[in-house]
């Protein structure tokens, strides 16, 4: 059992900077170098979209076309956490982002492919 929790979220102007951090635990979670990665966001009345994914090894990354080059997606296996640096963000960055892990692997593009999932942390971008 993985237990996420996602944090740093919040609301920022356009144009601003957030850092979503996604921590990991559990009662037999050993560490996060083990886990591929990634990061969702959903906005009401959509699916979950994915935003950015790493793979399990760290050295492989993925991210959608609309945050390439504007998001930077890290995995610190000291610290079993993965991040999301979010730079320049626009308005329709807008969502609830979700962090989600699966043992060992490639990069995984599907939510259904995920096994565990964080609560979710809301940012916000005005213009």
């Known amino acids: 059992q993985v237990q996420l929790v996602e944090s740093g979220g919040g609301l920022v102007q356009a144009g601003e900077s957030l850092r979503l951090s996604c921590a990991a635990s559990g009662r037999t979670f050993s560490s996060i170098s083990n886990y591929a990665m990634g990061w969702f966001r959903q906005t009401p009345g959509k699916d979950r979209e994915l935003v950015g994914a790493?793979?399990?090894?760290?050295?492989?990354?993925y991210y959608e076309d609309s945050i390439k080059g504007r998001f930077t997606i890290s995995k610190v296996n000291a610290e079993n956490t993965v991040y999301l640096k979010m730079n320049n963000l626009k308005p329709e960055d807008t969502a609830v982002y979700f962090c989600?892990?699966?043992?060992?692997?490639?990069?995984?593009?599907?939510?259904?492919?995920?096994?565990?999932w964080g609560q979710g942390t809301q940012v916000t971008v005005s213009s």
């Open positions: 790493i793979d399990w090894s760290g050295s492989s990354a």
């Open positions: 989600a892990s699966q043992p060992y692997g490639d990069i995984r593009y599907h939510a259904g492919e995920y096994t565990y």
